[in-house]
């Protein structure tokens, strides 16, 4: 278990680690610097061999006493995105192996919420059996941002063909708007910025809290930087100031963050400092 918050339960599910893109594509606002900027708050979060950013790609699933909720699913296997090489056409045991070392199978999951409709947060929403895709988790309702589902460029996508289509076609799919919860546990914080629809999660139980960021943020050294602009944003302005609001919120209440991209543990605080956040390593607190 990576954490317990009140009484939920939070397992990491982890499905890719490794080097992604450079800071300076990926920051394209960041400056020349941005290596290193990164290098001095994160550690690890620069691979030293490709000097591209470490990019964790996990899940988070959340056992509360009354569900089993699965926070982003990832990239899957099988999926075509050749954009991605090292996401494209995967085959890969890791996912549902940490999903099994959390105890539960495909068939115990209540709901899959996915924060917003990317490739790396709905892969292992469906699986290819006998050729066809169809819902990895048959007993889960997933939960997906309306906003993001009418944009005509994703319905479009083979990511609508491969991760959502079939989940709506199997009659499981739900699609929300601002200010959904899921039981009394789980709250979503509409983040809209990186995608339209985008939300972020608070969990709340026996008077204790944590955030979970989704892709509000991608690297902690975000935190002292919320004005870095990250490349894939559709309004990156929008995400600036959705990142300082949630940023505000997770530094007023002190709780727990998890960084659903941040270089593992991905686990940590942040606290306000100047006109700027810093963040901390719960291992280090
Ligand atoms: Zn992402």
């Known amino acids: 278990m990576l954490c317990k918050i009140g009484e939920v339960e939070v397992w990491r599910l982890l499905d890719i680690h490794g080097p992604f893109m450079t800071p300076e594509y990926l920051f394209p606002n960041a400056g020349p610097d941005v290596s290193q900027?990164?290098?001095r708050h994160v550690a690890k979060g620069v691979c030293k061999v490709s000097d591209r950013l470490i990019l964790p790609i996990q899940g988070f699933l959340l056992i509360t006493p009354h569900h089993r909720i699965l926070i982003d699913s990832c990239v899957g296997n099988g999926k075509n995105i050749p954009a991605f090489p090292d996401w494209h056409m995967r085959s890969d045991g890791r996912f549902l192996a940490a999903l099994a070392a959390a105890g539960l199978?495909?068939?115990d999951v209540d709901y899959v919420l996915c924060t917003?409709?990317?490739?790396?947060?709905?892969?292992?929403?469906t699986q290819l059996h006998d050729g066809r895709w169809v819902p990895t988790f048959?007993?889960?309702r997933y939960l997906m941002p309306a906003e993001d589902e009418s944009v005509p460029k994703v319905r479009n996508s083979d990511l609508y063909a491969e991760s959502v289509l079939p989940v709506i076609a199997a009659g499981q799919a739900e699609f929300f708007q601002d200010g959904h919860a899921l039981g009394e546990c789980v709250r979503l914080i509409p983040t809209p910025g990186h995608t339209p629809g985008h939300v972020s999660v608070r969990i709340a139980s026996m008077g204790k809290e944590a955030i979970i960021t989704g892709d509000a943020l991608h690297t902690a050294a975000q935190c002292w930087h919320p004005e870095w602009h990250f490349r894939f944003d559709v309004d990156a302005e929008q995400a600036v100031s959705s990142r300082r609001k949630l940023l505000e919120t997770a530094s007023e209440t002190d709780c727990i963050v998890l960084g659903s991209h941040f270089a593992l543990p991905s686990i940590g605080r942040v606290k306000a400092l100047n006109a700027a956040f810093c963040w901390t390593d719960l291992s280090d607190i």
Do not use: K
């Not at 917003?116 to 929403?125: A, F, I, K, R």
């Open 37 to 39: 900027i990164i290098e």
């Open 105 to 107: 199978g495909v068939a």
């Open 116 to 125: 917003h409709l990317h490739s790396d947060h709905v892969g292992w929403n």
């Open 138 to 140: 048959p007993n889960a």
